[in-house]
């Protein structure tokens, strides 16, 4: 199916202790298929480093003390080579998964990663330095024909979709020009609403100054990915699938590196450490904060980029400022007295969308189970075509939760959330049909979602999690971006947060009711 080949990783996170997903792109998740498995846990932990070999008839647990401490570009070919079966594929962590940084990610392909809350590290507790998947098994569809016939009408949809064709040309950079051009493109660690240098590291930058070659996933067409070959310099020949637009915006704005070159780099450091680039750019730019405000002494300031890079060394490795920063933005925040300068969400940082300009953005950062989350509903996207009013609150709980329940169903079948104007709830509908055979309605289909964000919500409360954590970095109330004309004030996102708990069924305190669907 077009833009089914995802996978998805969840645990509890190292980094928040709340509910932690990621999903990752690729060629990996057409291995996993072939293993006849629908899904894999990993329960306990190894007493030494293993990796794992899974098939479509056997699980082998082989040494990997020889791995460990490798990268992940190493890690992943040796253990491709050593299993020796055309077609596998793996999933491998870096030295950051291995030391247990909170923040460390999983990657396959090289490049690709599942990102966000921490995964990596679970997997380097449990002495997993890699997956291996392959096989021969064969997924079953009910109706074939339909889902030939449902591919046939998404494809033809997408013929002269100006979105389709910005995805090929750009990919997510485009997300650079479109976010300055809102203002709403955090730099200078979260001080302002756009960047001086953002043409130079912008998607036109990167076309006319880079070798870039298209690639996609399989079975896809939007051919997001963009392989991007440095051609002079101090970097020449230095290749990456990327950047995409958050790690521009993460280490471009945040730190106000005006260079693509330098930030290729960066993005090549965290993927062979196995780190997540939206939380590495963002606490390298809260240690700049710490290093000019003297809470620490560093060799650390905008616009430095061997300094950046020296850090995120020492990240991965727990080497002096490097290991307080390991353990996230709430860690490092309260052993240097800067929890109020500190931007984060129940522990996670915020993608590049600053929610005193879309302030749905907000909702979605204060709501999400994961943290400071744009993938749960992408609600940039109605908020930045004209959809709905960027500044209003009115209305904003009910279409925030429109786009919420059909990306919740997307994740369910693990799909790229690229394909949200393609695969409307009528393409769903009929997907999980020629899928499964089971027949759903919209509105059947809409109460699953809500107890899938329900049982979420019900494993954060578990674990602790209480309304007082559904709010916003206290900056986003009290500093206004892009000369005085935006911010968020608490009054705004309480009363979003409020209709969006009355409209899931929820209590004033954000929890299920006796009345709510997931009951």
Request: hydrophobic residues 35%.
């Amino acid at each position: 199916m077009l833009g089914s080949s995802r996978y998805g990783v969840f645990s509890k996170s190292p980094l928040t202790g709340l509910y932690a997903e990621s999903y990752s792109g690729g060629k990996v998740a057409p291995a996993i298929r072939k293993t006849g498995y629908d899904a894999i846990i990993l329960e306990g932990a190894s007493s030494k480093p293993v990796y794992l070999e899974i098939t479509d008839s056997t699980v082998k647990f082989h040494d990997a003390t020889h791995l460990w401490g490798k990268d992940t570009y190493y890690t992943e070919d040796k253990v491709l080579e050593e299993v020796g079966v055309p077609g596998a594929q793996a999933v491998v962590i870096g030295p950051a998964g291995e030391n247990l940084v909170r923040f460390a990610c999983i990657e396959n392909n090289y490049w690709r990663s599942a990102g966000r809350t921490g995964l990596g590290a679970v997997m380097g507790s449990k002495k997993v330095k890699a997956v291996v998947f392959h096989g021969q098994a064969k997924g079953e569809i009910a109706e074939p024909e339909l889902l030939k016939s449902l591919i046939k009408s998404i494809s033809q949809k997408a013929k002269d979709n100006p979105g389709v064709k910005a995805y090929q040309m750009y990919g997510t950079t485009q997300m650079v020009r479109i976010m300055n051009g809102a203002k709403a493109f955090p730099t200078k660690y979260w001080s302002n609403g756009s960047y001086e240098n953002w043409e130079d590291i912008s998607g036109d930058s990167l076309i006319t100054n880079f070798e870039v070659k298209p690639r996609s996933c399989p079975n896809c067409f939007l051919a997001c990915g963009k392989l991007t070959t440095v051609k002079e310099g101090k970097y020449a020949g230095l290749t990456v699938e990327g950047p995409e637009y958050e790690t521009i915006y993460a280490f471009g704005g945040l730190c106000c590196i005006n260079r693509l070159d330098e930030i290729l780099k960066f993005n090549d450091i965290c993927d062979r450490l196995g780190l997540d680039t939206i939380t590495a750019g963002n606490l390298a730019a809260f240690a700049i904060e710490a290093v000019n405000r003297g809470k620490i002494k560093a060799d650390l300031q905008y616009g430095n980029a061997d300094g950046i890079a020296r850090l995120l060394e020492d990240i991965a490795y727990g080497r002096g400022i490097g290991a307080i920063l390991a353990q996230g933005i709430k860690k490092a925040s309260e052993e240097w007295g800067m929890e109020d300068v500190a931007i984060h969400v129940k522990g996670l940082e915020p993608p590049g969308y600053d929610p005193r300009v879309l302030k749905g953005m907000g909702l979605a950062y204060a709501t999400s189970t994961r943290g400071a989350c744009h993938l749960r509903a992408t609600f940039y996207k109605p908020e930045l075509s004209g959809m709905i009013d960027p500044a209003t609150i009115e209305g904003k709980a009910r279409l925030f939760i429109e786009f919420e329940n059909r990306l919740t169903i997307f994740n369910t079948q693990i799909l790229c959330v690229f394909f949200r104007d393609l695969i409307q709830w009528p393409e769903l509908i009929q997907l999980i049909k020629a899928i499964t055979g089971w027949e759903y309605t919209q509105q059947e289909l809409e109460e699953m979602a809500n107890r899938i964000v329900t049982l979420t919500r019900v494993f954060n409360s578990r674990e602790g999690a209480t309304k007082s954590l559904d709010t916003l970095p206290k900056r986003f109330f009290s500093e206004p971006i892009n000369e005085g004309k935006n911010i968020i004030s608490e009054e705004e996102l309480s009363y979003m947060v409020n209709e969006y708990y009355r409209l899931r069924g929820w209590d004033d305190q954000g929890f299920p009711t006796s009345d709510a669907s997931f009951f």
